[in-house]
């Protein structure tokens, strides 16, 4: 977990809890049974700066249980995007130990988003990285709808939240300003494929599951932040910038073609 609540539950829950952290040539260790305190140490270490957890789940709780690996296989992978050279290793028992380890950072997921289906970028990813800021996004033919990835000081939000919205605002004034067109949002997203993932030093989420960031004071600056990037990038990438514009404007002819059957069918109705 982020914070302490993750791991009094998963202590809590386990037979057999064990945790040893190292920090600055010292290390402080503790070891439970059934939730209660039974040993801990502390000390003098060589060891680099790290933490070691080792847990079993309580049999007396969950009498048989497995682990998912998709869903571990899933959290690494989105470890290793935001935490570009990060070398992660699965090892399971029975299981081929597995390697995670990005070198493009959100660029990686979004083209592994789109080789899931064999979809095609219309023109190669844009990608911005930051200190508090990073994202990237294409455009693809095969596509419906948007598909965004977005994630707070390394946790996946699947429900998005205040850096989404401000992204999503940022990115439509970026077009309309370059394009000297009037979008919807809507047109601009429509076959969009995208990632973005922030830094924030105090991060409010709407629940215990940090599935939605709710952090409204950023939204501004963010806002800002993203168009002012997009332009520059526009600016220095312009037949990249074409190409945007012109799939959107595409969108935005094929939505008014569309309402204009359904009103036309309406009407014979």
């Known amino acids: 977990g ?21 920090r600055d040539g010292e290390f402080a260790e503790a070891s ?4 209660k305190l039974k ?15 080792e847990f079993e789940p309580d049999p007396e709780i969950f009498k048989e249980s497995e682990f998912r690996l998709e869903h571990i ?5 989105h470890y290793s995007y935001l935490n570009t050279g990060l070398k992660l290793v699965l090892n399971f028992a029975g299981a081929e130990p597995k390697t995670f380890q990005s070198r493009y950072g959100l660029m990686d997921l979004v083209m592994e988003d789109l080789a899931g289906d064999g979809s095609e970028p219309i023109y190669p990813p844009l ?11 294409t455009h693809s033919n095969s596509r419906y709808g948007e598909t965004f990835y977005s994630f707070v ?9 205040t850096h989404l919205s401000a992204f999503r605002e940022g990115l439509l004034k970026a077009v309309n300003e370059y394009g000297n067109g009037k ?15 922030i830094r924030l030093q105090d991060p409010v989420f709407e629940s215990q599951t940090k599935n939605k960031l ?32 012109e799939k959107v404007a595409d969108t935005q002819q094929l939505r008014k073609e569309l309402q204009s059957v359904k009103k036309l069918a309406r009407e014979r109705a």
């Open 214 to 245: 709710g952090n409204t004071e950023i939204r501004t600056e963010l806002v800002n932040n993203v168009r002012e990037e997009l332009l520059h990038f526009f600016q220095r990438n312009k037949a990249i910038a074409d190409k945007i514009i």
């Open 127 to 137: 990608h911005y990285a930051g200190k508090t800021l990073e994202f990237c996004f």
């Open 73 to 77: 296989e899933r959290r690494l992978r």
């Open 153 to 161: 000081n390394g946790q996946f939000t699947g429900d998005g939240g």
């Open 2 to 22: 982020l914070n302490g609540v993750g791991t009094k539950a998963v202590n809590a829950l386990s037979k057999n809890f064990f945790v040893r952290s190292h």
């Open 183 to 197: 979008f919807d949002g809507d047109d601009v997203r429509e076959c969009m494929v995208g990632a973005v993932a």
């Open 32 to 35: 439970f049974k059934i939730g």
């Open 39 to 53: 040993k801990e140490d502390s000390g003098k270490t060589k060891e680099p700066n790290g933490t070691f957890i």
